[in-house]
């Protein structure tokens, strides 16, 4: 126990037994504020900037938190509060998700949504660019000032230099 919540329990005189009451007396009294609280936050709680992990994180501990409060979460409930909070880049799986045949479970949507996390990711990833090649092409522009000198030829092969190119 803390100095400062011992300071507030201890009597002179009083056992460890009062001490104990009075903690659990302070936690039931706010039991249903807390409880209400922690309700809030679950149905209004979005994704924002976190991954899909620590987001499912966050909704599984304030879930457990209620069913220590005696207020538990149906699972059907969580995994609707969990698709409520997710943004548009995710609208794809969400469908998938509400359209199954059979409902999925929290730990089922939340292994989809890992996927869908990994998959998005994966898209994301700009392809490799002509900078990263081997091989590199230079442009060359002649004005009509310039003149060109021939080159010579090889074999049989026909060049011509009227400036429209090969």
């Not at 037994?17 to 039931?28: K, L, S």
């Not at 979005?46 to 149906?74: M, R, W």
């Amino acid at each position: 126990m803390t100095q400062p919540l011992f300071c507030t329990t201890f009597q002179t005189g009083g056992s460890a037994r009062d001490i104990w009451i009075w903690v659990e007396n302070q936690f039931r009294n706010n039991k249903e504020a807390r409880t209400l609280q922690l309700d809030h936050d679950l149905r209004t709680m979005e994704i924002g900037d976190p991954t899909v992990h620590e987001y499912c994180q966050k909704l599984k501990s304030i879930s457990d938190l209620l069913a220590n409060f005696d207020a538990p979460v149906a699972d059907h409930t969580l995994v609707m509060y969990l698709l409520n909070g997710l943004n548009e880049k995710y609208d794809n799986i969400i469908n998938v998700i509400k359209h199954k045949e059979t409902f999925p479970y929290f730990d089922n949507a939340k292994s989809m949504l890992l996927n869908e996390e990994t998959r998005l990711k994966r898209c994301n990833k700009t392809p490799a660019t002509a900078d990263n090649s081997s091989t590199s092409t230079v442009l060359t522009v002649a004005t009509d000032n310039q003149k060109q000198s021939p080159r010579p030829n090889n074999g049989n092969r026909r060049q011509n230099f009227r400036g429209r190119g090969r």
